[in-house]
Structure formats: structure tokens, C-alpha cells
């Protein structure tokens, strides 16, 4: 057999050693991988796999290097020509493949042609268990690293603003802190945009490796149904988990509602997140249950909020004052836990019943944004500081890039927001609709390749919310925008036409909503937010909500 020679950055390594050397942080990863060893010297004729040397861990056959392991994923779509097609490409180079495929099911007899692997291949019905602390594991194995303490954030609304506003509150406490999520990876002020809100396996691995390097002490991150539910974020070393709400979406990929709540339960159990401690969940949603029994099943610390002083939440906000600027709330609650921000994370207690009432100012736009903050406070507070310190911190938060976001100009208020779910969309609305004198506008629309039947639940959302409705392109990806607006029209009345324009061209509808209305207006940009592109036929053009809204008002004279 060659042997591999490498930089010490990039040194051989076999997955014996990884298992002799196996660490707490990875307590899965040993009866896995003792278990794959074991099925391995059953089927590659007398070459042990646990002692052939490799390099790196790749999921993409693509970038398979001399003596790396390429692990084979099952397809969500469950290609098998192209699965077969991944397997031979790798198979030239890899020092041996996992498959998570069985074989036999990639070729036409059932037979594998041993003549076309030049590695051995073995099947690991289960990888997705435990890849990622394998992945860790090879990560760690070249360059020891403590990984930063995680904050995971779970819903259909709020993860972005949420794990935004938890780094910056860490950070302004001296903390070095960084997020991963739909706005894009990083440190904060220096995000990467990233294709997925939950990458695969390696890039979130790499990822939380990469932030451990660069020292950060806090990883606020977004855990999307479809990261939790294939299993991307395994492996991940989650201390706090947070659940927002439960609204319609993503259902052209989950079965129905259930399955895609327990998708999002899974944060909450311990068996796949041991370093798991507390559960933060609102128990103003319908799904709240879901998750509540979940983490009491995992004896986790579960804190709850709400903005109903009726409910026997942990956190609760009282005395809400909404305006343009802000907000002002009375936060009410029964923790009493002390600051141990300067020392470090660590797991606080509720402590004494004291009934604690702080006011908060905080800068942020909007009524749901109050749950959010209330969600922020408790992840605050379970990573050890104490709530008079968050208090005196929270008007220093900015909200998150596109998510009710003003832009600025001499009249009138223009917000771009986010919001892609009938829920979310119906919540912004509201909570402008209180500081609207004149008319309230929604510019939206549907992206496309997504649950159809979402789109005129959309329109309806905006209609019932809004006074007057301009329905045009999303990311209408490879489907007909005009065949998606036609969707979003279903069930509209005679009555509701009147007041709705529908411009396909996204630039062109945000120009008309900026020369139509009137100074004491309010119009909301939905769907896109931080987005800074328009995705058509598999391209991404330049597209910013914010920047061609700037323009628009610029050419109105508004700016």
C-alpha cells in the first residue's frame, strides 16, 4: 500500500487512531465507530479499513484528493445513476469509501463490479449518527481546538434576529462571538454569505472548527428543519437550544405539519445533542407542547416566554409599547440568576422565586421582535449573565440586515423585511398597521420550486394585513414568475383585485410603490431581506431589496 505523506496540517491520520485517541466532546463517536470497524473487517478480504491512512473527509466526489474518504450520502431526490456515477468518480482516488447506500441497490444485477473500485467501499447504513463527530474528530486530530460554546435557534420566524441578537450580547460583554445562518457565517461584522440556512455535514464542521481557531467563545446559529432532520448539525457541540413558533412552510419537503414539528423537536433530545443543558421555547405557539415534552424527556433546564401575562412563562413581556423607533417593555420573570459572564459560560439556575420586573428599552421595529428579544434575554442568561446586565445592553442591539430594516427618507417609512410565510408576513403588518396614519403597502411575492401551495395563503396574508397589495417576483427559480403570480391569485374576490397591482419585475414594483405613496404612508419590501440576489434558471443576479429601494426613492426625490 502507498504510503501517504503529508504537511503537518494535513497529516494522515487512520480512524484507529481516531478512536484510540476519542475525546468526551464526542462520546458517540467511539461505539460508532467501533461498530463500523467491526463490519469493515468483515467485508474488505483482510485489508482492516481501520488502518489505512487518509487525509481528508469529503461529501463531494468532486473534491476527492489522493487518499481522502469520500462518504456517500443518500440523495434526497434518490438519484441512483447519479449516486453510481458519485461512487466511480471518488473511487479513482479515494483510500476507501463509507456508503451510506447499500451497494447492491446502485447497479442494475445487484452486483457490485469489484473491477471498478480500486478502494474498498463499506456500507454504514447509519453514517449520518455519527459524521460529524468523525468529521470533528479528523479536524481536531490535526490541531487541537476548545470549540466555542453553541447556541442553536429552531423555527419557521425569528432564528436569524434571534441569533444575531444573541451574539451581539455576548460580544458586548467582552465576549468573542459569531453566528451561522441565513444572513450569511462569521464573526459579527464580517458575515460570509452562505447558500443554506444549515450547511451539510463537513461545512458545518469546518465551520465551528474554523471559528474555535479564531478564538470565538460564543456560535449563535440557525438550525433549519431540513439540517436537523438529515441530521448537518450532529456532532455539533449545543449547549442552549431555542424554539421560536411553527408556521406553514417548507411542506413541499416535510409530509405534513406533525413532521415537520418533530423535525424540530429533534434540537430538544439529548441522544443527539448530549452537551445539551437548556431548552428555551415559546409556549405562545401551538407547537410549544411539541417541544416542551421533548426536553423534559432529555431533563434539560427548559426556560419558557411569552408575551401573555396570563401564562406561567419564565420570561414574560408586559407593558408593551411599540412605536416607530422601538419599543419599551416591562420584562417580568422569575429568574433570578447571577452574572458570570466575565468567567466564562456556564450553567446558571433559576434560583429563588422573586418575581423580577425590569424595564427594557430596545431599538428594535415591531411586536414579534419582542419575542425574539425575550428569547435572546433567556439564551443570555443561561450562558451566565444576569438580567439587570442584558437590560442595560439591549438598547445597543441593531436588528438584523432585512429584517425590519428602515430605509431612510424624507417621508413616508419604507421597511424591508424578510418575511416569506403567510405568518411572518401577517405579523410585520400588524405591527406596523398601529403606526400607520395613512395606508399600509406590501410588496411580495412566491419563490418558485417551493410548496405551491403556500402562495395564495401569501396573497390572503397580505391582503388581510395591508391596505393596498403589489404582488410580483420572488426568486422565481426555474418556474414562470407569471405562472407563480397566477398561483398567488387563486380565490382573490372582485373587491381585493381593486386593490392589488401585480408587476412581475421586482425593481419595477418597488418603483411603483415608492411613486404611489403618500408621505404618511407605510410600505413593507417582504420576502427577500438580506438576500442580495434575484434567482432565475439556476443564475443569481445582483438583486437588493435595500439598494433598489435606496435608488427608487432617490429617482422619486424621496431620498
Not at 445513476?81 to 447492491?104: C, G, H, M, T, V
Not at 437550544?241 to 434540537?267: E, G, V
Request: charged share 20%.
Amino acid at each position: 500500500m502507498t504510503t501517504l505523506t503529508s504537511s503537518p496540517s494535513t497529516a494522515a491520520v487512520t480512524l484507529q487512531q481516531l478512536l484510540a485517541r476519542g475525546d468526551r466532546q464526542h462520546s458517540l463517536l467511539q461505539p460508532s465507530l467501533t461498530a463500523l470497524l467491526a463490519a469493515a473487517d468483515n467485508t474488505s478480504e483482510g485489508i482492516s479499513v481501520a488502518h489505512i491512512p487518509f487525509a481528508q473527509i469529503r461529501l463531494d466526489s468532486r473534491h476527492v484528493a489522493a487518499h481522502d474518504v469520500f462518504v456517500l450520502l443518500k440523495s434526497q431526490a434518490g438519484h441512483c445513476q447519479k449516486s453510481r456515477d458519485y461512487l466511480l468518480q471518488a473511487a479513482s482516488q479515494a483510500a476507501f469509501i463509507l456508503s451510506e447506500i447499500d451497494p447492491s441497490d446502485l447497479f442494475d444485477d445487484g452486483q457490485l463490479p469489484e473491477d471498478m473500485l480500486s478502494c474498498p467501499l463499506i456500507y454504514t447504513p447509519h453514517i449520518r449518527d455519527f459524521l460529524g463527530s468523525l468529521i470533528q474528530a479528523r479536524l481536531q486530530y490535526q490541531q487541537p481546538s476548545r470549540l466555542p460554546t453553541v447556541v442553536a435557534v429552531t423555527g419557521t420566524n425569528g432564528k436569524t434576529t434571534i441569533s444575531q441578537l444573541v451574539a451581539q450580547l455576548t460580544q458586548l460583554t467582552g465576549m468573542s462571538s459569531a453566528v451561522m445562518g441565513t444572513a450569511g457565517n462569521g464573526r459579527l461584522g464580517a458575515l460570509v454569505q452562505a447558500s443554506h440556512t444549515t450547511g451539510d455535514a463537513l461545512d458545518v464542521q469546518q465551520f465551528v472548527y474554523q471559528m474555535a481557531l479564531e478564538k470565538a467563545e460564543i456560535l449563535a446559529l440557525e438550525a433549519s428543519s431540513h439540517g436537523l432532520d438529515q441530521q448537518r448539525l450532529q456532532g455539533v457541540p449545543i449547549s442552549v437550544a431555542i424554539y421560536t413558533n411553527l408556521s406553514r412552510d417548507h411542506l413541499d419537503y416535510h409530509a405534513d405539519m406533525a413532521a415537520y414539528a418533530a423535525a424540530k423537536a429533534r434540537l430538544f433530545d439529548k441522544t443527539h445533542f448530549p452537551s445539551l443543558t437548556h431548552a428555551i421555547i415559546n409556549i405562545d405557539d401551538e407547537y410549544a407542547q411539541v417541544m416542551l415534552d421533548m426536553a423534559h424527556a432529555s431533563g434539560l433546564t427548559v426556560w419558557t416566554y411569552s408575551l401573555d401575562a396570563s401564562k406561567p412563562a419564565t420570561f414574560v413581556a408586559t407593558d408593551i409599547t411599540p412605536s416607530l423607533e422601538g419599543v419599551e417593555i416591562t420584562l417580568q420573570t422569575d429568574f433570578a440568576g447571577g452574572d458570570t459572564a466575565d468567567k466564562g459560560t456556564g450553567d446558571t439556575d433559576p434560583g429563588h422565586k422573586e418575581g423580577h420586573r425590569i424595564n427594557i428599552v430596545s431599538p428594535l421595529l415591531g411586536r414579534f421582535n419582542v419575542a425574539n428579544l425575550l428569547a435572546a434575554i433567556a439564551a443570555a442568561a443561561a450562558l451566565g449573565m444576569s438580567l439587570e446586565r442584558i437590560a442595560k445592553l439591549v438598547p445597543q442591539l441593531q436588528g438584523a440586515v432585512g429584517r425590519m430594516q428602515r430605509v431612510a427618507s424624507r417621508d413616508g417609512c419604507f421597511i424591508v423585511d424578510y418575511a416569506h410565510t403567510p405568518d411572518a408576513l401577517s405579523q410585520v403588518l400588524a405591527s406596523l398597521r398601529t403606526h400607520c396614519e395613512g395606508q399600509l403597502w406590501a410588496v411580495f411575492g412566491c419563490g418558485g420550486d417551493r410548496d405551491a401551495g403556500k402562495r395564495p395563503l401569501m396573497a390572503q396574508a397580505g391582503l388581510a394585513g395591508a391596505d393596498r397589495v403589489i404582488l410580483t417576483a420572488d426568486n422565481p427559480r426555474t418556474e414562470d414568475p407569471e405562472a407563480i403570480l397566477q398561483d398567488m391569485q387563486a380565490g382573490m374576490s372582485t373587491a381585493q383585485y381593486q386593490r392589488t397591482h401585480i408587476e412581475p419585475a421586482r425593481q419595477a414594483a418597488i418603483e411603483y410603490a415608492v411613486m404611489q405613496a403618500a408621505p404618511n404612508d407605510i410600505v413593507v419590501i417582504a420576502g427577500k431581506g438580506h438576500e442580495t440576489y434575484q434567482e432565475i434558471n439556476h443564475v443569481r443576479y445582483d438583486f437588493d431589496d435595500s439598494v433598489v429601494l435606496q435608488q427608487a426613492l432617490q429617482k422619486a426625490g424621496r431620498r
